[in-house]
């Protein structure tokens, strides 16, 4: 069984950091895109960052020079650096990552989402 999990979640002032962490888990046999997505209350849930196996990286304009994305290949792991963040930030950050993996019946691969951390922005 595969999973994306993340964490670093939390309560921050207008203004503060937080960093997000995705890590992928069980028999993983190679990672393709993988991309961060958040909720706010009341909203459709949006596309924040991508960023494939080589590092290449896109942002959703909201984000652009605040939010930093990266991987760490060797450790199936994907992060999130929030900086100058506000208000409209809140919302639970899910992670999503196509995975291929290893199973009893040979291999097999498809799109995963982890269960979501939230970041509440509040003075």
């Known amino acids: 069984q595969v999973q994306l999990v993340e964490s670093g979640g939390g309560l921050v002032q207008p203004g503060g950091s937080l960093r997000l962490s995705c890590a992928a888990s069980?028999?993983?046999?190679?990672?393709?895109?993988m991309a961060w997505y958040r909720q706010a209350p009341g909203k459709e849930r949006e596309l924040v960052a991508t960023i494939v196996s080589g590092g290449s990286a896109n942002y959703a304009d909201s984000v652009k020079g605040r939010f930093t994305v990266s991987r760490d290949n060797a450790k199936n792991t994907m992060y999130l650096q929030m900086s100058s963040l506000n208000a409209e930030d809140t919302g639970v950050y899910y992670c999503n990552a196509y995975l291929g993996f290893r199973a009893a019946w040979g291999s097999g691969s498809g799109n995963y989402w982890g269960q979501g951390t939230q970041v509440t922005v509040s003075s």
């Open positions: 069980g028999s993983i046999l190679s990672i393709g895109t």
